[in-house]
């Protein structure tokens, strides 16, 4: 019997955070404002996918800045549905970083409804949202080649870094990204205090 041989896929190595470069790229690529909003949001808020795609208008307090996540969108093949979101922890009010605050308001400044809809205001299909994100990591790849393994998880990781180095405990990290409890903030902060020493040895060598 001959196995037919199946080509191993790329990873997507979403277990990290976003490389300078295409933190760069995020506000040098050529992006239109419904594209930069969607990739800042994940970004500056941490996101899930599933709860960016089923924001709306009035989840979003500009005056107070914060965004509040109460549900979902996800696909049964390629149609959407807007539930709630996947446990009561990713219910949750998540601050809106003064940086991303002007950008945000300028893109809902006339909007109505979703944010990121389908041209006629439905939900987003699966496949208008690949298209989406694909023609976002084009933009991104023309300014750096570290973007070709991006997707929208890499981002929440890249959150849960900010927020160790912004010096938030655990219980907060977990409680602004969802999470049920610390144990997955934990892994994360754990491996980045290990990063930390590292980096302090080498300089320590450098130097002496």
């Given at each position: 019997n001959i196995k037919k041989l199946v080509t191993p896929q790329k990873p997507k190595n979403e277990k990290r955070a976003l490389t300078d470069r295409e933190k760069a790229a995020l506000f040098s690529a050529d992006l239109d404002d419904r594209q930069r909003a969607f990739v800042l949001l994940l970004y500056y808020c941490g996101l899930r996918r599933e709860e960016c795609l089923a924001l709306d208008v009035s989840a979003l307090d500009l005056k107070r800045r914060f965004v509040h996540v109460r549900q979902a969108l996800v696909f049964d093949v390629n149609a959407p549905k807007i539930e709630r979101t996947k446990n009561t922890y990713s219910v949750r009010s998540v601050p809106i970083p003064a940086p991303f605050l002007p950008v945000l308001r300028a893109y809902v400044k006339d909007k109505r409804g979703l944010l990121f809809s389908m041209p006629n205001g439905d939900p987003i299909t699966k496949s208008s949202f690949r298209c989406f994100w694909d023609n976002i990591k084009a933009a991104l790849m023309n300014e750096t080649p570290d973007a070709e393994t991006l997707t929208p998880h890499i981002f929440r990781h890249n959150y849960a870094t900010m927020l160790?180095?912004?010096?938030?405990?655990?219980?907060?990290?977990?409680?602004?990204?969802?999470?049920?409890?610390?144990?997955?903030?934990?892994?994360?902060?754990?491996?980045?205090?290990?990063?930390?020493?590292?980096?302090?040895?080498?300089?320590?060598?450098?130097?002496?």
């Open positions: 160790y180095y912004s010096d938030i405990s655990p219980k907060k990290a977990a409680e602004l990204m969802g999470h049920a409890d610390t144990t997955m903030i934990n892994r994360i902060y754990a491996h980045l205090d290990e990063m930390k020493e590292n980096a302090a040895e080498k300089l320590d060598r450098i130097f002496a």
